[in-house]
């Protein structure tokens, strides 16, 4: 049931659904108990989220399509400002987004949701940094619910100077305090 009280019906829609393998508690995501095996559905390849939070937001009224879904757009814009965190501190700067891969949205959000946002870093070039971006979302005020994952996308950063033009991310400093080129 949406926030505005009407009841919403999926059934016959691309949208699948999900069984979820973790909740939100304590802070962080732990498994069900209760759950013994994975999603097996391709599209769905793990049950709790990869990476750092960057971000949380409420899906607002202004937010939606005539049919009262969030628009993808706004999910997007959220990713891509997220997902930056991970490549500005990599980049030790200034970073532009130059390229999104694949992004397929495996449920709707709507009114009242929860999204929480995850990055990390899957890999690093001369000047660039793909960050691997999640949104998860959560029927807000309910805090035994659990979060179903909404999409995904690899995010393609570039650093650059002060002449808006590529630079060379800076070496890497390793655990052990040694320097070294990634």
């Known amino acids: 049931m949406n926030p505005y009280g009407k009841k919403r019906s999926f059934r016959g829609s691309i949208f699948r659904p999900v069984t979820l393998t973790c909740r939100f508690t304590g802070g962080r995501f732990r498994p069900l108990a209760d759950r013994t095996s994975a999603v097996t559905d391709s599209t769905v390849?793990?049950?709790c989220p990869e990476g750092q939070p960057v971000g949380r937001?409420?899906?607002?009224?202004?937010?939606?399509?005539?049919?009262?879904?969030?628009?993808?757009?706004?999910?997007?814009?959220?990713?891509?400002?997220?997902?930056a965190t991970p490549a500005f501190e990599r980049a030790q700067g200034r970073c532009a987004t130059i390229a999104v891969?694949?992004?397929?949205?495996l449920q709707p959000v709507s009114v009242g949701d929860e999204v929480s946002i995850y990055a990390r870093i899957i890999q690093t070039?001369?000047?660039s940094v793909r960050v691997k971006v999640e949104a998860w979302k959560r029927a807000r005020g309910q805090p035994l619910a659990g979060s179903v994952r909404v999409t995904d996308g690899v995010f393609t950063y570039v650093a650059i100077g002060a002449d808006?033009?590529?630079r060379p991310l800076p070496t890497e400093t390793g655990p052990a305090g040694v320097a070294g080129v990634v």
């Open 101 to 105: 891969d694949g992004m397929v949205f």
């Open 164 to 166: 808006r033009k590529p």
């Open 57 to 83: 937001v409420i899906a607002m009224p202004a937010d939606t399509n005539p049919e009262g879904d969030i628009f993808g757009g706004w999910l997007l814009a959220h990713m891509d400002l997220c997902g």
């Open 45 to 47: 390849a793990h049950s």
């Open 125 to 127: 070039g001369r000047t």
